[in-house]
T-cell receptor, first 114, second 114 residues
Framework: AQSVAQPEDQVNVAEGNPLTVKCTYSVSGNPYLFWYVQYPNRGLQFLLKYITGDNLVKGSYGFEAEFNKSQTSFHLKKPSALVSDSALYFCAVTLAGGYQKVTFGIGTKLQVIP | DTEVTQTPKHLVMGMTNKKSLKCEQHMGHRAMYWYKQKAKKPPELMFVYSYEKLSINESVPSRFSPECPNSSLLNLHLHALQPEDSALYLC?????????????FGPGTRLTVT
């Protein structure tokens, strides 16, 4: 079985400040990890993924995430938040070598305050 | 073209109606997916098609019937739905159905069953 935990329902950050959205995972094997963002009344948009290699992954719109195997975490970060970053963020996991059965976390609402 | 399109955007149907949702992508992707998303919840996988063949059915009730006429199109036929089936239905595609591939989502169809 695989699971994803996003411990914060909502994260508030001031515009221009760094942001972190937390994600931990559980899989019986090596994980592939993803971050997606969802704006109101829209589908999900892919931000970045970790498959293998460098633990620091850079993605779209200035976002990055760090894979930490010992802590089973994949936190999403951005050095300077924009108001337009306000959205719902989903962390997701699949099992390496497996089929495309994605397990999503419950989502974290990011609110960037002007 | 990196877009997944879905029609209609909104659909209201009675419990005795038959309707269909349509999804289209022209990215050359060989895997396509249907998800159901309730408000403030993560997407739940319903079906996966790989090379136009159904590869995963997540024990979805038979009142939902998927169809993949060709590599660019995915339909979801609806019949005798229940009010609890009201949700946002998302279509997605990926290069292939392997676990390492990110998914591209359409904007969704907002379904209301009366």
């Amino acid at each position: 079985a695989q699971s994803v935990a996003q411990p914060e329902d909502q994260v508030n950050v001031a515009e221009g400040n760094p942001l972190t959205v937390k994600c931990t995972y559980s899989v019986s094997g090596n994980p592939y990890l993803f971050w997606y963002v969802q704006y109101p009344n829209r589908g999900l948009q892919f931000l970045l993924k970790y498959i293998t290699g460098d633990n620091l992954v850079k993605g779209s719109y200035g976002f990055e995430a760090e894979f930490n195997k010992s802590q089973t975490s994949f936190h999403l970060k951005k050095p300077s938040a924009l108001v337009s970053d306000s959205a719902l963020y989903f962390c997701a996991v699949t099992l390496a070598g497996g089929y495309q059965k994605v397990t999503f976390g419950i989502g974290t609402k990011l609110q960037v305050i002007p | 073209d990196t877009e997944v399109t879905q029609t209609p955007k909104h659909l209201v149907m009675g419990m005795t109606n038959k309707k269909s949702l349509k999804c289209e992508q022209h990215m050359g992707h060989r895997a396509m997916y249907w998800y159901k998303q309730k408000a403030k919840k993560p997407p739940e996988l319903m079906f996966v098609y790989s090379y136009e063949k159904l590869s995963i059915n997540e024990s979805v009730p038979s009142r939902f019937s998927p169809e993949c006429p060709n590599s660019s199109l995915l339909n979801l036929h609806l019949h005798a739905l229940q009010p609890e089936d009201s949700a946002l239905y998302l279509c997605a595609s990926s290069h292939q159905a392997g676990a390492a591939y990110e998914q591209y989502f359409g904007p969704g169809t907002r379904l209301t069953v009366t």
